[in-house]
């Protein structure tokens, strides 16, 4: 079976195993065949490429000792690793109060609850914490069935949203849903707004006719609990137009669906504010984040509700042991304050356009770039099929070719290279990042 390609590199491919013997040594070699023995293979992870011994600011350091610029960091790393400030707050409350049993709560969980609501884009909020986004998510579908006393949900084909069975039901990826067996019942998915590969005969020139198409499914199902979307999709980044989430949010509120919006890698400032949305102005009902909000070190997730949905008081929504981590909490709350004391949204702004200038110049003459679009910090170079080699070997080729001397970024759908560098990224590194990134480029599309 062909891999799939839309997370990432493949990890059994030749490419992949060429680049190993080439530049691991004995003891990487040595951990690595450790690693494929005791961990459960899978797509995407296990077996791993390289092993790492250090995680700093905007690099990582591999068991050899080489440096690795790392614009990929799992999009979790806005803040770079290690963070001084999150560092002594994980110290601080890890030595004051490591955990909290379930009936209690703390002051590090109620703070960053408070900032978090308030911060949120919605009159009122209230949330729940939890230990990874995907089951940020999973709560976020039973507060809809409870809310609505509904089960149904829309969402799109290619998103992604955990790798749990109830999030796979609603993501549109096959490498998570294939031979999975029955997912849940009523998620049925959609097709995605993805401006340029727009299915629906509308590529080049945006009609939104993929909102026609929810509109018509909302009309035939008639009781739809959820429609479930990711701002904007950071795998291969799709931004949608403006109209397209005014338009959804008209469409959830006639039809009395809950527009649910996955901003697990995005929030927090890549795409150069606190959450994606608030590019559109719009007020979501239940908003999902992760990642970055642990710091780069703690896992954490939120659900940031609207207030009038408190109404599971007699059910449990969540539940997890870890749901309330004064440490993850401290490290969040610590984020929070990065953000605003480095002015990292301005950053991410700022520092977003000036790359994507750099590249759209630094690509002008090369017909195997299709495209270069960022929201922020996030920042996708589509490859194009290229004097008959396809787009997703030329991707391939060129993120080897990077990781080589020490540039690392993630590769989505195939054929866009992902480039989502932490928001505190030194200009420097960025500069080196970018004529890295151009060069490896303009090599592989020189060759015959
Ligand atoms: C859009 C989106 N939703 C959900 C998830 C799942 O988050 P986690 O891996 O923290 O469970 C991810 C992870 O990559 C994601 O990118």
């Not at 023995?37 to 080489?66: I, K, M, V, Y």
């Not at 610029?69 to 979790?76: A, E, F, K, T």
């Not at 909020?125 to 509904?150: C, D, E, F």
């Not at 999902?288 to 599971?312: C, E, H, N, T, Y």
Request: hydrophobic letters at 45%; glycine letters at 8%.
């Amino acid at each position: 079976m062909a891999p799939d390609r839309s997370e990432g590199d493949v990890n059994l491919g030749a490419r992949r195993q060429d680049w190993q013997a080439q530049h691991l040594d004995a003891a990487t070699r040595s951990l690595l065949e450790q690693d494929a023995h005791w961990f459960l293979h899978q797509s995407l992870s296990t077996p791993c490429l390289n092993a790492l011994a250090q995680a700093e600011g905007s690099w990582l350091t591999d068991l050899a000792g080489r440096r690795i610029l790392d614009l990929h960091g799992n999009s979790l790393h806005q803040v770079g690793y290690g963070h001084p400030r999150v560092r002594a707050a994980i110290e601080h409350s890890l030595h004051e109060l490591p955990f909290t049993p379930r009936r209690y709560t703390n002051r590090y969980a109620v703070e960053l609850a408070r900032r978090l609501c308030q911060a949120a884009p919605m009159a009122e909020a209230k949330l729940l914490l939890a230990p990874s986004g995907t089951v940020a998510i999973g709560m976020a579908l039973k507060l809809a069935r409870l809310v609505t006393g509904r089960f149904k949900t829309l969402s799109m084909w290619d998103a992604f949203h955990g790798a749990s069975l109830d999030a796979i039901s609603l993501s549109g990826e096959a490498v998570f849903r294939r031979g999975s067996g029955p997912l849940l019942p009523g998620a049925a998915q959609v097709p995605p707004c993805a401006p340029r590969h727009c299915v629906l005969g509308c590529a080049g020139q945006c009609a939104l006719r993929c909102v026609d198409y929810i509109e018509y499914c909302l009309q035939r199902e008639g009781d739809v609990a959820a429609l479930v979307v990711e701002t904007i999709r950071s795998t291969d980044v799709q931004v949608p137009p403006l109209a397209y989430y005014q338009r959804l949010r008209e469409l959830c509120t006639r039809y009395g669906v809950l527009l649910i919006m996955d901003e697990i890698p995005i929030a927090l400032g890549r795409t150069g504010h606190l959450f994606a949305l608030e590019r559109y102005g719009i007020e979501p009902d239940m908003l999902v984040l992760g990642k970055g909000l642990g710091g780069a070190s703690m896992p954490l997730a939120a659900l940031i509700a609207q207030r009038r949905f408190d109404v599971g008081q007699q059910h449990s929504l969540g539940h997890y042991t870890h749901e309330k981590s004064p440490v993850a909490c401290a490290a969040a709350l610590a984020v929070l304050d990065v953000i605003a004391d480095e002015g990292l949204l301005q950053r991410s702004r700022d520092l977003g356009l000036r790359a994507v200038e750099r590249l759209r110049r630094g690509c002008a003459e090369l017909a195997s770039v299709a495209e270069v679009r960022a929201a922020g910090l996030l920042i996708g170079v589509e490859l194009a099929d290229w004097q008959g080699r396809c787009g997703t070997d030329l991707a391939e080729a060129v993120l080897y070719r990077c990781l080589s001397v020490g540039l690392s970024f993630k590769i989505g759908q195939g054929r866009v290279l992902v480039l989502a560098p932490p928001l505190n990224i030194a200009e420097a590194d960025l500069d080196w990042a970018l004529d890295t990134l151009l060069q490896a480029l303009h090599a592989e599309c020189a060759q015959p």
